[in-house]
C-alpha cells in the first residue's frame, strides 16, 4: 500500500518569512494529492490538492509542486502570519487517502 | 447541509467495554473513511468504504468493525476497548475515492479515552 514520508515534523519560521513542508509517496500510481491544516482541536480542512497531470498550482500565498518522477510533492506558503500557525498534513491517494505524519508550523511575531 | 457529523464529541470506557462511534454524511458520498489520530503519529486509517455494502481495512483495523448498510452512514465499531484505542477518532466522506470531486470532509472528531 501507499507510505507517506513527511518533513519536518516541526518549523519555526519568522513572520513574513516562507515555509516550506515537502513530502515523498511510495505508489506510483496515486493521482491525487491533498494538503491539510489543522488547527488546535479543530478537524483538519482542505487547503489546497494538486493532481497528477499537474506540475505546479497556486492559491494567494500557497502553492504545492508535484515531481511524479520523484515521488515526492511540497507544500510553499509565502509570507507567513500568525494565523498560518498549525499542523500541517500532505496526503497521496490512489484508493484510500494515505497521510504523512504532520508538520507543525510555528509562526513567530 | 450537515455536513459530516460525529457523535459522540466525548466518550469514556472501561476495558473491556464495546461501543459504537456514529458518523452520517447528508452530502450524498460515496466514499467514506474512519481516522484515528495520535500524537505525532498523524491520521491513521482504520477502514474505508468505496460505497454501500463495501468496506475495506486500513493501516490500523484490528479492534475494531465497520459495515456500509446505508450511503449515508458509515458506523465504527469497537469490540472490546483498550487503552490503546485511547485516541481521536474522525470520519470523513468524499464524492468518489479517486478522480475528480475526491476532497475529503472531516466531520468534528470523537475525543475517547479508554481507561
Known amino acids: 500500500g501507499e507510505n507517506v514520508e513527511q518533513h519536518p515534523s516541526t518549523l519555526s519560521v519568522q513572520e513574513g518569512d516562507s515555509a516550506v513542508i515537502k513530502c515523498t509517496y511510495s505508489?506510483?500510481?496515486?493521482?491525487?494529492f491533498p494538503w491539510y491544516k489543522q488547527e488546535l482541536g479543530k478537524r483538519p480542512q482542505l487547503i489546497i490538492d494538486?493532481?497528477?497531470?499537474?506540475g505546479e498550482k497556486k492559491d494567494q500565498r500557497i502553492a504545492v509542486t508535484l515531481n511524479k518522477t520523484a515521488k515526492h510533492f511540497s507544500l510553499h506558503i509565502t509570507e507567513t502570519q500568525p494565523e498560518d500557525s498549525a499542523v500541517y498534513f500532505c496526503?497521496?491517494?490512489?484508493?484510500?487517502?494515505?497521510f504523512g505524519k504532520g508538520t507543525r508550523l510555528s509562526v513567530i511575531a | 447541509n450537515a455536513g459530516v457529523t460525529q457523535t459522540p464529541k466525548f466518550q469514556v470506557l472501561k476495558t473491556g467495554q464495546s461501543m459504537t462511534l456514529q458518523c452520517a454524511q447528508d452530502?450524498?458520498?460515496?466514499?467514506m473513511s474512519w481516522y484515528r489520530q495520535d500524537p505525532g503519529m498523524g491520521l491513521r486509517l482504520i477502514h474505508y468504504?468505496?460505497?454501500?455494502?463495501?468496506?475495506d481495512q486500513g493501516e490500523v483495523p484490528n479492534g475494531y468493525n465497520v459495515s456500509r448498510s446505508t450511503t449515508e452512514d458509515f458506523p465504527l465499531r469497537l469490540l472490546s476497548a483498550a487503552p490503546s484505542q485511547t485516541s481521536v477518532y474522525f470520519c470523513?466522506?468524499?464524492?468518489?475515492?479517486?478522480?475528480?470531486?475526491?476532497?475529503?470532509?472531516f466531520g468534528p472528531g470523537t475525543r475517547l479515552t479508554v481507561t
Open positions: 494538486i493532481r497528477s497531470n499537474v
Open positions: 452530502m450524498n458520498h460515496e466514499y
Open positions: 505508489d506510483s500510481a496515486s493521482n491525487y
Open positions: 468504504s468505496v460505497g454501500a455494502g463495501i468496506t
Open positions: 470523513a466522506s468524499s464524492y468518489w475515492a479517486s478522480g475528480d470531486e475526491n476532497e475529503q470532509y
Open positions: 496526503a497521496a491517494s490512489n484508493t484510500p487517502l494515505v
